[in-house]
């Protein structure tokens, strides 16, 4: 008995265009092929992109003297011609990842081989429409710094991930009186682009989020996954046959809002049992105030019941959540990031995996649930990457079909 081989997400499996016509749409197939499989030859790009060897070499003639690939050294001594390893250059391009959080913003630099260059961290009680825009600015000029003056002309993009209607749901961090209006009246993207002169893309959190463990993955990465980011409140999004799922409004995986059974009997949305905000609910009520900001040197070891209390309501509530979602979609997989450190993240997989394996549902095949790779990080680097993706490589996989 054989098995599939299974592939990655990001695989073109022999599908590129073959029309001139079409060339940025094979450059892209080129690129796509580059970025996931770092150190292919040419006739490995050929063969992984169903694009012919010269149209192959033609390309990465251009991709070279655009700065965006660099060739390695010759390797001999194999059977056949000596190949040349090639990847993306680690300056062919940037890209600025910003999250504004209910309680922080967070600015990085982001390279195409998505190595974080430099980072900038700032608290707040809320996000105040007044000064965001100038605190963003001002820590993108602060990690710009590092960035040598030659190679401004790449930062071409700067994706910013936030919560999705944030103007609406502001009293869940107490928000003064009429931050709601400045919100809405506040054109984010077109303050940051007028005040940067880079392009500026808005995306949903949870949505970058995933996209950044997606990448985050190594191969062969998953190409169906549910992910969870459990923060101040719960950001998810879902990858589904190697496209993320956003939607018309870019919310499509607002899966904290969905409704479970809370202690008491009723109906509460996920995000008020399984968040940091529920578990900062319930320390503050047992007597253990903390610092909202910093979960990483809170006393962990004091927290004793309180602690596994939430942990076990956390996982029964997302184990509600996955059971529906995986109604909805096909999925073996369950990615739980948090912004908490990564032992109570464990601990949180493991009571998650354990609450779906007990589930009295036959036939039911619970899925894998593994713990990110990002963390706090992975909105902001997701926001940077999905900008690059969206620019220089495939848009979807479908892109890559004849």
């Known amino acids: 008995m054989t098995t599939e081989p299974v592939r990655d997400a990001f695989d073109a499996g022999g599908r590129g265009l073959q029309h001139q016509g079409l060339r940025r749409a094979n450059e892209r197939a080129v690129l796509t092929v580059i970025g996931f499989n770092a150190g292919v030859s040419n006739a490995d790009i050929a063969r992984l992109s169903g694009l012919a060897p010269q149209t192959v070499s033609a390309i990465l003639t251009e991709l070279e003297a655009m700065g965006l690939i660099a060739r390695g050294e010759v390797l001999r001594g194999r059977r056949g011609q000596p190949a040349t390893p090639i990847s993306l250059h680690p300056q062919g391009a940037f890209a600025i990842g910003v ?3 209910w ?3 967070d600015v990085l630099l982001l390279g195409l081989q998505a190595q974080i260059l430099a ?3 700032s608290d707040h009680v809320f996000p105040d429409a007044t000064r965001i825009v100038d605190d963003i600015v001002s ?3 602060q990690v710009l710094a590092s960035l040598p003056d030659g190679l401004r002309p790449r930062l071409t993009d700067i994706g910013v991930a936030m919560p999705t209607n944030i103007a609406g749901n502001l009293t869940l961090v107490e928000a003064p009186e009429g931050q709601r209006e400045l919100w809405e009246q506040l054109d984010l993207a077109g303050e940051l682009a007028r005040r940067s002169g880079i392009e500026v893309t808005l995306f949903n959190d949870g949505n970058a989020a995933c996209w950044g463990e997606l990448i985050a993955f190594p191969k062969p990465r998953p190409s169906d996954f ?19 799922w956003e939607g018309p409004s870019d919310n499509s995986a607002n899966l904290g809002s969905m409704l479970v059974d ?3 009997g009723g109906l509460q949305v996920a995000h008020f049992i399984a968040s940091v905000t529920a578990l900062e609910r319930r320390l503050a009520a047992a007597g253990f105030p903390v610092d909202p900001y910093d979960p990483a040197n809170w006393p962990w070891v004091d927290f004793g019941p309180v602690l596994d209390q939430w942990l076990d309501d956390s996982a029964r509530a997302l184990t509600k959540v996955v059971f529906n979602t995986q109604t909805v979609i096909e999925s073996g997989l369950v990615v739980i990031d948090s912004t908490l450190p990564a032992p109570i993240v464990a601990q949180l997989v493991q009571r998650l995996d354990a609450q779906l394996r007990q589930l009295p549902i036959s036939p039911y095949r619970p899925p894998q649930v593994l713990p990110g790779h990002l963390g706090a990080l992975a909105p902001a680097i997701g926001a940077a990457e999905l900008t690059l993706y969206r620019r220089y490589f495939s848009r979807t996989l479908a892109d890559l079909a004849g």
Request: proline share 0%.
């Open 99 to 101: 999250e504004i959080g």
């Open 103 to 105: 309680r922080h913003v």
């Open 119 to 121: 980072r900038r961290h």
């Open 139 to 141: 820590m993108m000029d």
């Open 226 to 244: 549910i992910y969870f980011l459990i923060g101040r409140y719960i950001a998810a999004g879902i990858v589904g046959e190697g496209t993320l």
């Open 262 to 264: 809370s202690s008491d």
